[in-house]
């Protein structure tokens, strides 16, 4: 049986180029990139390099590159570190739809004495750039605001929140984890301060990351040890990580071939009984569909697919295995019936027949489950 992977918000399989380099380069350099030897500066060059091309990629200086394990690390690193540095204000602005890993670092914050803000969003999952210039006053240390959300595909419009950011003199962080390789970021047009990345979101392994600080941004350590990172990030690196990364970024994906396929599946969905596209259709990533069922449940549905070997998830990854109702589309004014008949479809390239058989399965089964089903259209 063909196997169809429809999760890739959740990760990806690494690319066989990626594949060849992390091979190549652990037969060949192994030594620890601290060590004074020639083989230990032999690794340093090379993870030094890799630092000089994810920085270009961005637009960035290498020195404002910071290599850590990945998305979360990145986005605690961001929020704790610059709640370290700067004990004078206490405020912190966010929206109610981020990653996991932001709200639980804020409400960690908040029993230590912050007050952070958590910002409604609209019906499509859109920040109210109005509501947020409000919230910001003098005590306001930092805003942090999603670039694509992980769950809904919906893309916020960082550029003008950084603008709002910088006319009210605050710290701007974008978590990018889903927006980067993705999505053009240039650090410069773009404005941010400290912008989140993960490599296992774009073909390269899980363990690897990076957190873009801007130069000049005040900003300490969580973790204690040896002072790798320009001291910011403590631990021997992941150097193979960090090369696998930037030959990531050098795959090219047919956007528009993904796009196409995924607004076919959208129309085909859109021609179902109940059934709702959850964010907005228009401000979203090209290969995002977050899509409601009315009366059925999502998570029956997903194991049905699975058994045609279609393979979608119920929500984040980094939080599915809890069965609790997603606080983003709860958020976005989603009823109960239809956020317990979710499932999210994040894909990559598909054949014209994939797309039909991918279509045909959910109708197959949509029409199974709601026929027991004890809400009826």
Known sequence: MKQLYLDNAATTAIDEKVLKVIDDFSRKYFANPSSQHTLGKEVREK???????????IGAEANEIYFTSGGTESNNLALKGLALAN???????????EHPCILESCRILEEQGYNVDYLDVNSEGLVDLKDLEKKISDKTLVVSIMFVNNE?????????????CKKKNVYFHTDAVQAFGKLDIDVKKLGADL??????????????????????????????????????RSGTENVVGAIALAEAIKIKKDKGKIKRSRDKIITALQGMKGVNINGSLESRIYNNINVSFYGIEGESLMLLLDGDGIFVSTGSACNSTKLEE????????????????????????LTKEEEDFIISKINEHLERLRKISPFKI
Not at 87 to 97: G, R, V
């Open 47 to 57: 993870l030094e390099n890799a630092r000089k091309e994810l920085a270009k990629f």
């Open 87 to 97: 004990p004078k204000k206490k405020h912190i602005i966010t929206s109610k739809i």
């Open 152 to 164: 809904i595909g919906v893309i916020q419009d960082v550029k003008k929140v950084a603008e709002i």
């Open 195 to 232: 912008i989140s990345v993960s490599g296992h979101k774009i073909n390269a392994p899980k363990g690897i990351g990076f957190l873009y600080v801007k130069n000049g941004t005040g900003i300490k350590s969580l973790i204690s040890g040896g002072g790798q990172e320009r001291r910011l």
């Open 326 to 349: 997603s606080h983003v589309l709860k958020a976005i004014g989603i009823g109960e019936t239809y956020i317990n008949g979710s499932i999210r479809i994040t894909l990559d390239v």
